[in-house]
């Protein structure tokens, strides 16, 4: 069994749904290791992973559009408001989707579903620096 870890750190640009599949896919490509479980960590409590469709964009916007519904950015609504209007709602909507993500991995590759990529959600209305932990286990082809 072979383990490898790294992390990535993903530039958010502000509220939103950004598409990593790629850089997750380009470290994947270094390492030696074929058949296996990918896990990925968001160090963060005001943003998260999940995975989503990747064709059509306005998944993206019809997921923005509801967790604002749900979580809204009005701060009367919650006590915490010390780091911004943003902080609470991005607290609530990281609870609701996750912070850590697991994949397999056959041959070399992410074993996502042809409509699926992997996304960092970014709960926070700026941009922010998030790191996101990679850790692969599994053995070589």
């Not at 005001?46 to 993206?60: G, H, K, M």
């Not at 074993?111 to 959600?121: H, K, N, R």
Request: hydrophobic content about 35%; charged content about 20%.
């Amino acid at each position: 069994m072979r383990q490898s870890q790294d992390s990535l750190t993903i530039r958010s640009g502000g509220e939103g749904l950004f598409d990593i599949t790629s850089k997750v896919e380009g470290w994947l490509a270094g390492q030696t290791i074929a058949i296996g479980i990918l896990t990925l960590f968001c160090r963060h409590t005001s943003a998260s992973l999940i995975i989503q469709e990747n064709a059509d964009p306005d998944v993206q916007s019809d997921l923005i559009d509801h967790f604002n519904r749900l979580a809204p950015q009005e701060p009367h609504l919650y006590r915490h408001g010390s780091e911004g209007p943003d902080d609470m709602p991005a607290h609530i909507r990281s609870a609701l989707t996750a912070t850590s993500l697991t994949i397999p991995v056959r041959h070399g590759r992410l074993a996502l579903g042809t409509w699926q990529g992997i996304y960092l959600f970014e709960h926070r209305r700026r941009s922010h620096d998030r790191e996101i932990v990679l850790h692969l286990i599994g053995e070589p082809s």
